[in-house]
């Protein structure tokens, strides 16, 4: 649909207005970081009730996601989050305050730029995590040392189901 940012405002206004939306795919529309920023800002209310969020392929940076990740903090709602095909390198995930949301159980960064020092951060996310049961990072520029990360969270993860 290629809504970019203008479109995000668009959908952010109907947001602030309809909180009870549980499925909000937004992938392919190349909304970056500003776009993002304005749908972010719906997501920090405690009322708001969304289950399944995808934003694949939206030219979505580190700082985007960092502030996703920030507004997301409270959810208890978010199931799945579907950030694969961005910039993603996961320095979004870096930094003690930051975690994913408590119920989510489907995570995908999926072809982004994650290397070894973003997989340790993920890998951190993860033993975090009470709930989540797929992990999805194919297609990404992990090296050796970042692959032993994975290998030693699935060895010691018995919620994790699939990566």
């Known amino acids: 649909n290629q809504l970019g940012q203008e479109g995000s405002e668009h959908v952010a ?36 009730s969304l289950q399944h969020l995808q934003l694949y392929s939206n030219n979505i940076s580190d700082v985007g996601g960092r502030e996703l990740l920030e507004s997301l903090r409270g959810s208890t709602s978010l199931r799945s989050l579907d950030l694969a095909g ?11 305050e930051l975690a994913l949301p408590s119920q989510l159980t489907s995570l995908s960064l999926a072809h982004n730029l994650l290397a070894d020092a973003g997989a340790e951060a993920l890998a951190r996310c993860a033993r975090e995590s009470s709930s989540l049961t797929r992990i999805d990072v194919s297609g990404n520029f992990m090296g050796e040392e970042a692959r032993e990360r994975i290998r030693v969270l699935v060895a010691h993860n018995v919620r994790l189901r699939d990566l």
């Not at 109907?14 to 997501?43: E, P, Y």
């Open 13 to 48: 206004a109907c947001l602030q207005v309809n909180q009870h939306v549980t499925r909000l795919n937004m992938g392919g529309n190349k909304i970056g970081d500003d776009g993002l920023r304005k749908l972010a800002s719906c997501f920090s209310s405690p009322s708001f």
């Open 86 to 96: 961005n910039l993603l390198s996961c320095d979004c995930l870096l930094g003690p």
